[in-house]
């Protein structure tokens, strides 16, 4: 995305230009290759009338956005826009936003974060034109410089500046791993502070022959902090600042307990075997209003070898949903396996998520059908998020049989923080008391992304001693030394205990917060850890 509105405020055709500039260098500082990008424009006015100045911002970023698409030869193929942004006598300021797009192989993705310490960073700048926008036939140069770099093995982080230049930048990329810098002599503030759109900073492992186009910015460091020859900023102190300074209005840092939390370790594995066995068990996956994990669960089913069926309940009318009752029976009669993927139920109902999806699990011909799948064909069930609230309100979990909820009974309520988390978060496995866990091990700490309003695990102390006492506590949130902490910044949601999971009594009943589905290829390339939970 490209945008700066102070820019825009002081010339509408400057500012779109750009915008244009800055989004398609975001894409090929990923490593993207130029040719086969494409933009969307998102414009935003104050109101018009027959008003001539308004029409001239209006024109003015219209023509700029033009000129840059046809010298970069690179076209918009979408977009909206809106001449509305007036209230009485107060107006937006002229908006021209840039959303860049653009497909290439994963292997070329390169990731901002600097890598390691004592690397060079070159700054790599297009060429200006009279009217102080960058020469389309130097950026072009440097897009194209940029990917040979990178196809060459060259680039081991790169990032192109925005609103706050490249000090801005050298921050963001040094915060990531902790990785200190220091400025170049030859940087002058003006250079550290202004702006630099369409030029690209570049962590090289190996020593590159600087073009014309090339400075040298600095070098990483040991020491956390970013220097140069005026003084030096420790990072941590950046960083508070950073992520503080909407903390009055936003609060990401709520206090929480310093307690300490215990770890709730249960050694004995479950080795038991089913009754009978399948060569390819068969996963029943619902979809109901609000699921959107259904694809993510299938994918990563039939990676473990089983066979997914995606049903989707239709609530459209009460016939349409008397259809789903008999015929989600029915699959689930031939299912080995109930799997229920996470979303927002319901669009998250008020007072508590899930309960349309406990409604209908509570069918008497449904409901039926699940205790048979448990108590005589020794099946599985899982929930996650959504399925995991679900479970809890029916009573399977942590009782492993449907029952009515009371007042004292576990459950998943909201946020401690008050509002939606969504992250990635460490989680510890405390038992393998299941048949789900053959795979895993205890004390295994997994990074799981986890997006939910209603994610606390909540119960009483003699429900939590017979959870640990059988086994039943299947994960907990832990910090970056592996131990249980209520600590938002790791325990999203205030979980008691830092409980992010639990299993029924016999083990077959799975369900967790976290989206362990959500895994694949090409994510989460630039954060560490251990993501997929080994399970059958």
């Given amino acids: 995305m490209g945008f700066n509105p102070y820019i825009l405020e002081q010339s509408p055709y400057h500012g779109a230009y750009l915008a244009i500039v800055e989004s398609v260098a975001k894409l090929v500082a990923t490593g993207a290759s130029y040719d086969h990008i494409y933009l969307s424009l998102q414009e935003y006015f104050e109101k018009l009338g027959d008003n001539d100045k308004s029409w001239g911002k209006a024109f003015s ?22 001449m509305s942004g007036t ?11 840039s959303f860049a797009v653009t497909t290439d192989e994963l292997c070329k993705v390169v990731s901002p974060e600097f890598k390691g310490r004592g690397h060079e960073v070159v700054w790599l700048r ?20 940029v990917r040979t770099l990178v196809d060459n093995g060259l680039v ?52 590159i022959d600087l073009t014309a186009d090339m400075k040298l910015l600095g070098k990483t460091v040991s020491r956390e902090s970013i220097g140069s020859k005026k003084g030096r900023v420790r990072l941590l102190a950046l960083n508070a600042l950073y992520e503080g300074k909407l903390e009055p209005v936003y609060s990401c840092n709520i206090k929480t307990s310093e307690e300490r939390v215990p770890e709730m370790i ?16 068969r996963f029943l996956i619902p ?23 995606i049903f989707v309940v239709n609530n459209l009318t009460a016939d349409h949903l008397k259809r789903s009752v008999k015929e989600f029976a029915a699959a689930l009669s031939k299912a080995n396996v109930l799997f229920i993927p996470g979303g927002f ?7 508590g998520s899930g309960k349309f999806i406990t409604s209908f699990l509570r069918n008497e011909a449904i409901s039926v059908e699940l205790m048979k799948l448990l108590n005589e064909r020794d099946g599985l069930v899982a929930g996650i998020c959504n399925g995991f609230q679900a479970l809890i309100k029916l009573g399977l979990l942590p009782y492993g049989e449907i029952g009515v909820q009371k007042e004292n009974s576990p459950t998943v309520t909201f946020n401690n923080i008050g509002r939606h988390q969504s992250k990635l978060v460490r989680t510890k496995v405390c038992s393998t008391r299941s048949p789900w866990l053959r795979k895993v091990s205890v004390g295994q700490i997994l990074t799981v992304p986890i997006s939910h309003g209603e994610g606390r695990f909540v119960a009483n102390t003699n429900d939590i001693d017979t959870m640990l006492e059988n086994g039943q506590i299947l994960t907990q949130y832990v910090d970056f030394e592996g131990n249980p902490t209520m600590d938002i910044q790791f325990n999203p949601n ?9 299993l029924s009594p016999d083990g077959r009943i799975l369900g967790k917060m976290g989206h362990s589905e959500r895994i694949g290829e090409g994510l989460y390339k630039n954060v560490p850890g251990e993501f997929e939970l080994g399970t059958i």
């Fill in 87 to 97: 209230f009485e006598d107060i107006h937006v300021p002229p908006t021209l936003i």
């Fill in 156 to 207: 081991a982080a790169c990032y192109t500046p925005g609103f706050g230049g490249p000090a801005e930048a050298v921050f963001k990329m040094a915060i990531g791993n902790n990785i200190g810098f220091e400025f170049d002599e030859g940087i002058s503030m003006r250079e550290m502070f202004g702006y630099a759109y369409g030029s690209f900073i570049i962590e090289t492992s190996k020593n």
């Fill in 61 to 82: 970023a219209v023509l700029g956005a033009f000129r840059a698409q046809m010298e970069l030869g690179i076209g918009a193929i979408g977009g909206k826009d809106s």
């Fill in 126 to 145: 297009p060429e200006l034109g009279e009217d102080g926008l960058p020469k389309a036939e130097s950026l072009i140069k440097n897009f194209k410089l």
């Fill in 266 to 281: 249960y050694r004995t594995r479950s080795d038991e075997a089913p009754r009978s066995t399948v060569d390819k068990p």
């Fill in 287 to 309: 979809v109901f209003p609000g699921t959107n994990c259904e694809y993510d669960t299938a994918r990563a089913v039939e990676k473990a070898g089983g066979e997914a069926e």
């Fill in 345 to 351: 139920s319901g669009a998250d109902e008020p007072d």
């Fill in 494 to 502: 205030g979980s008691s205990m830092a409980i992010e999971g639990i």
